[in-house]
């Protein structure tokens, strides 16, 4: 199965900037789109990012302008760019591949972000 593995996350202070990266163990060349979603304790997870296998994205509003989401398929990456970080900004950040198939993981671990002074 393809698996999905986050990194990146870290304590940044607001204003900063954070990559995150997800590596997958098999091709994402066959998979329709990318994403990035993140989750808060008692909060339901929610779309950051997404992109296509023909490079359309889409943005949730609350980061559009900040965030950037890209993926190389040839390297089986995907990264999502954060700049200008806010406290609101800390949850854990999942990779997620979609739709769901035989054979790929739908979603990483996750990877924690903090924001703090």
């Known amino acids: 199965q393809v698996q999905l593995v986050e990194s990146g996350g870290g304590l940044v202070q607001p204003g900063g900037s954070l990559r995150l990266s997800c590596a997958a163990s098999?091709?994402?060349?066959?998979?329709?789109?990318m994403g990035w979603y993140r989750q808060d304790p008692g909060k339901q997870r929610e779309l950051v990012a997404r992109?296509?296998?023909?490079?359309?994205?889409n943005y949730a509003d609350s980061v559009k302008g900040r965030f950037t989401i890209s993926r190389d398929n040839a390297k089986n990456l995907v990264h999502l760019q954060m700049n200008s970080l806010k406290p609101e900004d800390t949850a854990v950040y999942y990779c997620?591949?979609?739709?769901?198939?035989?054979?790929?993981?739908?979603w990483g671990q996750g990877t924690q972000v903090n924001v703090s002074s």
């Open positions: 997620h591949s979609y739709p769901p198939q035989i054979g790929v993981a739908a």
């Open positions: 992109i296509t296998n023909g490079g359309s994205t």
């Open positions: 098999g091709s994402i060349s066959g998979i329709y789109a």
